[in-house]
T-cell receptor, first 115, second 114 residues
């Protein structure tokens, strides 16, 4: 069974540009989470989808970040325009719906560098 | 609100020595507790978790962690480490609800040398 995949693995962009990160969850996982780790700090929650609906987006830093989950399958996270402080590793995780504290399976992350 | 503290950013240890990675948490409600591990160039993997019941939980590769409610701790231990245990270890908590958003500590890099 394929795990959570993320694309690209690395992205280097200039300040002011746009970047779109993609996450493909494990098939059948209705929960999808985005997290971010800024260098030297903890991994922080960004938002949570249940199928195609945003369940919780309290961790989104500002309105330069837009997340979508088309048809409840893969998800994209767009940063527009990117700022220097957006640099970090963006993780995606997925889990089954309906199970208390269902294990979250993480992807390898996308390392974003804004110069 | 919940928070997790991992005081040690790096723990160097020799192969076959015991190790303890410390984790303390703060929460106004009961929590579930987790340890995740990230090997180089890989995603986070669940190492072990405490949801309820026995306060001592074990992983398949020899790690164990003990939930101590009075000390609000969930330290990770292994009696004898291997080179292959070199990785970054993250302690995390979640509220005991159906939507288990994780709150992580800053991580501890375990460096095992021969």
């Amino acid at each position: 069974e394929a795990g959570v995949t993320q694309f690209p693995s690395h992205s280097v962009i200039e300040k002011g540009q746009t970047v779109t990160l993609r996450c493909d969850p494990i098939s059948g996982h209705d929960n999808l989470y985005w997290y971010r780790r800024v260098m030297g700090k903890e991994i922080k929650f960004l938002l949570h989808f249940v199928k195609e609906s945003k369940q919780d987006e309290s961790g989104m830093p500002n309105n330069r970040f837009l997340a979508e989950r088309t048809g409840g399958t893969y998800s994209t996270l767009k940063v527009q325009p990117a700022e220097l402080e957006d640099s970090g590793v963006y993780f995606c995780a997925s889990s089954l719906l309906g199970q208390v504290s269902s294990e979250q399976y993480f992807g390898p992350g996308t390392r974003l560098t804004v110069t | 609100a919940q928070s997790v503290t991992q005081l040690d950013s790096q723990v160097p240890v020799f192969e076959e020595a015991p190790v303890e990675l410390r984790c303390n948490y703060s929460s106004s409600v009961s929590v579930y507790l987790f340890w995740y591990v990230q090997y180089p160039n890989q995603g986070l993997q669940l190492l072990l978790k405490y949801l309820s019941g026995s306060t001592l939980v074990e992983s398949i590769n020899g790690f164990e962690a003990e939930f101590n409610k009075s000390q609000t701790s969930f330290h990770l231990r292994k009696p004898s480490v291997h080179i292959s245990d070199t990785a970054e270890y993250f302690c995390a908590v979640s509220a005991p609800s159906g939507y288990s958003t994780l709150t992580f500590g800053k991580g501890t890099m375990l460096l095992v040398s021969p």
